[in-house]
């Protein structure tokens, strides 16, 4: 048997990438979400509908699906504003799914990771998680903390047997992309090929990331491979993050 594996925001982009990865490897896989029409198109995995903003919901689910060896904190939300037109709704908003959500997963999971000795956590924050970025406050103070977060519970766990990262991502090609293509196109008047190429130029790699590609990180991350890895932020970027 396979280790079991919970992956929020498991139904699209990021997240469908690391079901499919950990599947793959005869895990079994529960995937997190709030859209259940989504997490019933997923195949041969579990599923369970679960806001991770929700402090009840999240303790009934893992309450049960009982044991889990790897956690995945994938469940994002991301807006881009300047600071001056982004309202209190929009910054609580952030905090709540980039922060609360792995906050109360982590805080579901621990204890029984703890007593066995043995467990993996990995939260896929963002390069906006280690710099700064124009007209991303609330998304950048989020994805900050999130990394806080790893760094903190990884340290109160060292030597336990249970191990905390991050991965920070650049742009990734997933329906997130596709919606702050189409605000740039809005606000700008910019084609959608101009559009996406204004965010292509900000990638060291000269284009997009694949969602695979962030899965495999996160996969090496929980595995055992990566056993004296803790506490760390993974950048994902091809080389541009240097902060």
């Not at 369970?48 to 956690?71: H, K, P």
Request: proline share 3%.
């Amino acid at each position: 048997m396979g280790r079991t594996v919970v992956v929020t925001g498991g139904a699209k982009g990021i997240g469908r990438a690391i079901v499919e990865r950990f599947a793959a490897l005869g895990d079994g896989v529960i995937a997190l979400g709030r859209d259940r029409d989504a997490l019933q198109r997923l195949g041969g995995v579990g599923t369970e509908v679960c806001d991770v903003t929700d402090e009840r919901a999240v303790a009934q689910t893992f309450g049960s699906i009982g044991d889990v060896d790897v956690l995945v904190n994938n469940a994002g939300f991301a807006e881009s504003a300047p600071l001056a037109r982004t309202s209190l709704e929009s910054w609580s908003r952030h905090l709540d799914v980039n922060v609360t959500g792995p906050f109360l997963c982590m805080r579901a999971v621990v204890p029984a990771m703890r007593e066995r000795g043995s467990g993996s956590i990995v939260t896929v924050a963002s390069v906006a998680g280690r710099v700064g970025a124009p007209y991303t406050s609330a998304y950048t103070a989020s994805k900050h903390a999130a990394v806080g977060l790893t760094r903190a519970v990884a340290s109160e766990l060292a030597g336990t047997g249970v191990r905390v990262n991050a991965v920070c991502p650049a742009y990734v090609r997933t329906e997130l992309i596709t919606r702050a293509i189409a605000r740039i196109v809005e606000a700008t008047g910019r084609t959608e090929a101009e559009a996406e190429q204004a965010l292509v130029d900000q990638a060291p790699l000269g284009r997009l990331l694949d969602p695979a590609e962030v899965a495999d990180a996160v996969v090496f991350l929980a595995s055992d491979a990566a056993a004296a890895i803790t506490g760390q932020a993974l950048v994902i970027d091809g080389g541009g993050v240097q902060a």
